[in-house]
């Protein structure tokens, strides 16, 4: 019996050179990359705004414009009515009770300044809410002072036994219209900051008038 031997050794297969995990780690390679690729992508389109959002901050961005533009304008309209309305009030509040009659042409005078500060309120634009408030109250304080020169208006044609009496109210109109402007003072004052405007002071500075300064500069804070 002849002996049994393996195949020649150019029959057998030649060695390939690759080891079999060395494939299978090329293609888990592959697949990462791509898996990252594809989480990349999504990961964009994810983060990126969509058209609606950007839509809304392109909205809220301009109301901010809006609305800061409003401030200046409003503080800038304070200002003015500020130095006209705070000598009225000084002069109704030092009035004497009835050692003299006011001047009827005087009391005319003051009307007609009071009825002119009333205009920049008859139409007010829509701003937003803080804003609207320091409107609002600017306006009423505008409305006390007319009214507080009303009253003095009929002091100056009242009989003298009643002068003295009217007089005290207008001198208690007076006061309430510098404390309503206060409060309207400090609301803009507080929407300039948020603004980022800074502090603004249009305080009247007369009795009633109880913020006169907050002792910070003009313009800082913003």
């Known amino acids: 019996m002849s002996r049994r031997t393996g195949k020649p050794s150019y029959l057998l297969s030649a060695p390939t050179g690759r080891q079999p995990g060395a ?17 990349g992508a999504v990961g964009y389109r994810v983060g990126r705004p969509d058209r609606t959002e950007a839509a809304i901050a392109d909205m809220r ?39 003299r009659q006011p001047d009827p042409a005087q009391a005319r005078q003051w009307q007609q300044v009071l009825r002119r500060a009333a205009e920049p309120f008859a139409n007010p634009p829509s701003g937003t809410t803080a804003t609207n408030v320091a409107r609002g109250c600017l306006r009423n304080a505008v409305e006390q002072a007319a009214l507080a020169v009303d009253t003095f208006a009929v002091v100056a044609s009242a009989p003298a036994a009643n002068r003295a009496a009217l007089t005290e109210l207008a001198k208690r109109q007076a006061k309430g219209a510098a404390a309503a402007w206060s409060v309207a003072a400090t609301q803009l004052d507080e929407i ?31």
């Open 23 to 39: 494939a299978r780690i090329g293609v888990a390679v592959a697949v990462g990359l791509v898996l990252a690729l594809l989480g």
């Open 61 to 99: 961005a301009a109301e901010t414009r809006k609305d800061a533009q409003q401030i200046t304008e409003l503080t800038s309209t304070a200002r003015r009515l500020r130095d006209e309305i705070a000598p009225i009030l000084t002069s109704i509040g030092g009035e004497p009770s009835a050692t």
């Open 192 to 222: 300039n900051i948020a603004a980022g405007l800074g502090h603004q002071h249009v305080f009247l500075g007369t009795e009633g008038d109880d913020h006169a300064s907050d002792g910070a500069a003009e313009g800082t804070g913003g």
